[in-house]
């Protein structure tokens, strides 16, 4: 009889790739380089799009918005657009259909499941050799967790010994109360779904009398499997969350007692939420800061992506210089400056193009104040060399 293979927590794999297969790879990539090169650009393009249509809507939005009291429905409001405050409450209780947890007037129930599985971590390290062929060192690392999500171990290197069950049989889920009010207004459950004031409860605050069979309490919530203190794979821990009827503030657009979102002029969308108590001035000044994050977010990404596919697209200058090591890193550090200089002007002259399609008025101004900014110096130089070109003798005089 065969002996069992022996099982390991770490395994080291070593390749050696080729010089031939390097070169072929590298051209390969130009295709795939160029693709995420032109690909960033007209996601910078888009982009900016974007925030410009959001810029002017949210104008127009500051400019429309007219805050009401939550007490009444008034119908002369019907269609405009509002800011309301106050607290969002609720009379439902919610329960988890599964472990019988309950808790009354909740805006959200959370049940959060996590179950302890393998899972495998990757490093690897290069090294590249004289005649161009790179050896790769592959380390897999195996070890235990808690997740949300399964993990497939029929997709690990070595599964071996480290086998995860095929199905959760209870997932993390959430439930919403059918009816929340804001006053006198119903809230949507898309409002409902975006307050996020989450607090932990433990499981004895609720009226459950009744646990499922293998279900046992552990800390703050419920525990499936044998010992809590000494997990197996497979087992599962559960917690709960929920959201309790808090303040809020809203901008959007009155309609029938509820609220929907307010379309701009541009066809831009006004459906803002945020937790506390607030005036219109605060709502959009947050609303602008986000969109301004939200655009630099994508600009620094779009960067990112099109200096990676500009250096897709000269790997093959690297690869050809590795057949001497030190040629290749030589090679490989002036790649990397070249690809970020043209990553860099590339996307800041795609902005430039973008602006002064989506926002002309602005990006000429801007255009004529750097204009005006880089003439003064040159006419202050000139002026100063025509001053140093006058009769010294005259200059005297003059201060005399």
Known sequence: MADEEEVFDEVTE??????????????????????????????????????AKRYVALKQGSKLAMEVKNNVVLPENEGKLVVISGTATTEDTLIDPDFGFQSSKTLQLRRVAEMYQWSEKKNTKTEKKTGGSKTTITTYT???????????SDKFNKSYGHINPDVMKYESSTWTAAKV?????NLPSSEVLRINTWTDTHVSDSNNT?????VKPSGTGYYVGENPSSPQVGDIRVTFSVVLPTDITIVAQQSEGTFVPFVTNNGGSIDLLKTGIYGKELMFSAANKENKIATWAIRVIGILAMYFGMSLILDPIVVLSDVLPFLGTIAEIGVSLISWVVAIVTSFVVIAVA???YRPVVAYVLLGVSALLLAVPCFLKKKGSKTASEDPTESTQLLA
Not at 142 to 152: A, D, G, M, R, T
Not at 181 to 185: H, P, R, S, V
Not at 210 to 214: A, E, F, K, V, Y
């Open 210 to 214: 009744t646990l499922l069979s293998g």
């Open 14 to 51: 070593e390749t050696t790739e080729g010089y031939g297969s390097r070169l072929s790879n590298s051209f390969s990539g130009i295709c795939f380089g160029l693709l995420l090169f032109f690909g960033s650009g007209v996601t910078l393009f888009w982009n900016e799009g974007v925030a």
């Open 355 to 357: 602006w002064i399609f």
């Open 181 to 185: 009010t804001l006053g006198a207004f």
């Open 142 to 152: 195996y070890e235990k967790k808690w997740s949300q999500v399964l993990i497939n």
